[in-house]
C-alpha cells in the first residue's frame, strides 16, 4: 500500500479522535489516554539528563541558552507513524534557509526507556541521508534516549500522553512538534507529519525572541491499533481504516464535482428561463 494511502487512513483516524462528538463514544481505552495538552509558556526540565547518539551523557539544558530548539517525541522502534513523521520533519527542514546547529537546535527524544544511543544512532544517519545536508544535520540535530524519570519530566512538561500496551508490544501515541525559546519555555506546537517550511521559519523566530504563540487547532495522528475483540487495533484493521478513508476521501470529491456541477445547471437554466 503507498505511502499515500497510509496516511489517508491514519489522516480519517485523526478525524475522528479529534472530534468530541464522535470520539468519546466510540474510542476505546487507550486512545482516550493519549495525545497532547498545550501547555504554553511551561518551562521544561533542562536539568534533565539523557545520552545522545554517541553514548555521551548530556543535559536537555546543552541544547539550550543561544538558540530556539524544535523538540520531537518518538521512540525509534515504532512500527507505525513515528518513522513517518520523523521522515515529515527531515523534509520539511530540508528547504528551510535557516541552519540546525547555527539558528536553531532540533531535539530528538525517544520516550521509550528501552532504547539507547545505537538505535539512536541509527536513526539520525538515516534521517541526515533524507535531510541531505549531512554536516548541518550532524551538527545540529540531536537524537536522545534515557531513564523512564527522565523522559517522563519532559513529556510531562510539553503535555505529550502516550501508553504502552502490553499485548500489542508497542505505544499508544500522537506525533507532533514543540517549538521551545532559547530558555527552554514552550513557544508553539504544530500538529501532523510535515509542516510548512514557511510556518516553523515564522515559529522559530518568534521563539527566538522570547514569544509565546497560542494554542493550536489539533488535527491528531494516533499510532495505535485496535481489535474489537481484544480492544486493541490491528493491522488488518488499520488497513481496512486506510482503504476506507481513501475510498471516502475519493468518494466525497465524485459528491462535491456532481453537487457543483448539478447547481451551475440549475443557475444556467433559471438564467434561461428568466
Given at each position: 500500500m503507498s505511502r499515500t494511502v497510509r496516511l489517508a487512513g491514519l489522516g480519517l483516524l485523526a478525524v475522528l479522535v479529534g472530534s468530541p462528538a464522535l470520539a468519546q463514544p466510540m474510542m476505546p481505552s487507550p486512545t482516550?489516554?493519549?495525545?497532547?495538552?498545550?501547555?504554553?509558556?511551561?518551562?521544561?526540565?533542562?536539568?534533565?539528563?539523557?545520552?545522545?547518539?554517541n553514548g555521551k551523557a548530556v543535559r536537555l539544558g546543552d541544547y539550550f541558552g543561544k538558540r530556539p530548539v524544535l523538540l520531537s517525541l518518538a521512540y525509534y522502534e515504532c512500527p507505525m507513524l513515528c518513522g513517518i513523521a520523523l521522515e515529515g520533519l527531515a523534509r520539511s527542514l530540508k528547504g528551510f534557509t535557516l541552519t540546525p546547529g547555527a539558528d536553531f537546535e532540533v531535539v530528538t527524544l525517544s520516550f521509550s526507556p528501552t532504547e539507547g544511543p545505537e538505535l539512536a544512532k541509527a536513526k539520525k544517519s538515516n534521517l541526515l541521508d533524507l535531510y541531505g545536508r549531512k554536516a548541518e544535520g550532524q551538527a545540529g540535530w540531536h537524537f536522545l534516549t534515557g531513564s523512564d524519570a527522565e523522559i517522563r519530566r519532559v513529556t510531562e512538561a510539553v503535555g505529550f500522553r502516550?501508553?504502552?500496551?502490553?499485548?500489542?508490544k508497542q505505544y499508544?501515541?500522537?506525533?507532533?512538534?514543540?517549538?521551545?525559546?532559547?530558555?527552554?519555555?514552550?513557544?508553539?506546537?504544530?500538529f501532523g507529519v510535515e509542516y510548512a517550511p514557511k510556518e516553523l521559519r515564522l515559529g522559530l523566530s518568534e521563539a527566538s525572541e522570547g514569544k509565546v504563540g497560542g494554542v493550536a487547532a489539533q488535527l491528531l495522528l494516533l499510532c495505535f491499533e485496535y481489535n474489537p475483540a481484544l480492544g486493541k487495533y490491528t493491522a488488518e484493521t488499520?488497513?481496512?481504516?486506510?482503504?476506507?478513508?481513501?475510498?471516502?476521501?475519493?468518494?466525497?470529491g465524485v459528491f462535491l464535482a456532481v453537487s457543483l456541477r448539478r447547481e451551475r445547471r440549475s443557475r444556467a437554466h433559471l438564467g434561461a428561463n428568466a
Open positions: 482516550r489516554e493519549v495525545g497532547w495538552e498545550q501547555n504554553m509558556g511551561a518551562q521544561l526540565p533542562l536539568d534533565a539528563k539523557f545520552t545522545d547518539e502516550y501508553r504502552w500496551d502490553e499485548l500489542q499508544a501515541h500522537a506525533t507532533g512538534i514543540v517549538v521551545v525559546t532559547p530558555e527552554g519555555a514552550i513557544s508553539r506546537y504544530f488499520m488497513t481496512a481504516l486506510r482503504i476506507a478513508g481513501g475510498f471516502l476521501v475519493v468518494a466525497f
